[in-house]
């Protein structure tokens, strides 16, 4: 059985279905025209935020086959560049607050609901899934009990999550994060520093809990596969209940 911290990204997607024919395509809409139908709505509104949102001056652009299921939002002056193939469901948030902000999401990353945040940097590695989680690089205010004075300094540093990474639901990554490939973000997480490759974190604040399951193996995680804390195992628990 393989690991896949022992593989490359290339591999851990090599089963991809390659590019379908023309008819091929037609055959499914013929016989699936509902989600014809849904997919081609969203690849007209993938067209028309390309096209309206840098006449409404904001520095956006997307690759080939942008798709928009639900609503996007991008406001502030800073860029932001999304891939081929990347597409969204429910509203996505990307907002920025600075000229010099950089918002960066790889292709065929899958969004739903999420927010970005960005005064700095957020980049969004390929092949990933983002769910609705919250994506800050600043804290907006300083943590010192001065907060309310313009010279407390406000921490801003840049995010960045790596190729293949699952952000669950609920989940916040805070400025300074970095997630290493193939990774999962549990739901509710709260990230604020760095997390190695291949691995499952969970928590508040969140913790390295176990390596992901091997391909090919079961999905299932037992509690033997923690690495750190009860709060891992009392998750595994309450997701089996």
Same mark, same amino acid.
């Given at each position: ?29 013929? $016989? ?30 997307? /690759? ?48 739903? /609901? ?8 957020? $980049?969004?590695? $390929? ?115």
């Amino acid at each position: 059985m393989l690991n896949l911290s022992e593989q490359t990204l290339e591999a851990s997607v090599a089963r991809t279905p390659p590019a379908r024919s023309i008819g091929t395509l037609l055959g499914s809409a013929l $016989r699936e025209p509902g989600r014809a139908l849904s997919y081609g709505l969203a690849l007209t509104k993938g067209y028309w935020y390309r096209a309206i949102l840098p006449i409404l001056g904001h520095r956006f652009r997307a /690759g080939a086959r942008f798709r928009v299921f639900g609503r996007l939002s991008v406001r502030g002056p800073g860029e932001v560049v999304f891939g081929d193939n990347v597409a969204t469901w429910h509203r996505v948030n990307a907002w920025t607050y600075s000229a010099d902000a950089k918002l960066v999401v790889g292709d065929n990353v899958m969004m739903s /609901g999420t927010r970005f945040a960005c005064a700095r940097e957020i $980049r969004v590695g $390929r092949y990933s899934i983002l769910a609705d989680a919250s994506i800050y690089d600043t804290d907006f205010h300083s943590t010192r009990a001065d907060r309310r004075s313009s010279s407390a300094p406000v921490r801003a540093a840049p995010v960045d999550i790596g190729d293949n990474v699952w952000v669950a639901a609920g989940a916040i990554l805070l400025p300074g994060t970095t997630i290493g490939e193939n990774s999962v973000v549990g739901a509710g997480s709260v990230c604020m520093r760095g997390f190695p490759a291949n691995k499952v974190i969970l928590g508040n604040p969140a913790k390295v809990a176990m390596p992901i399951p091997s391909i090919g193996g079961s999905a299932l995680v037992n509690a033997t596969d923690v690495i750190d804390g009860a709060i891992a195992v009392e998750m595994i628990g309450a997701t089996r209940t």
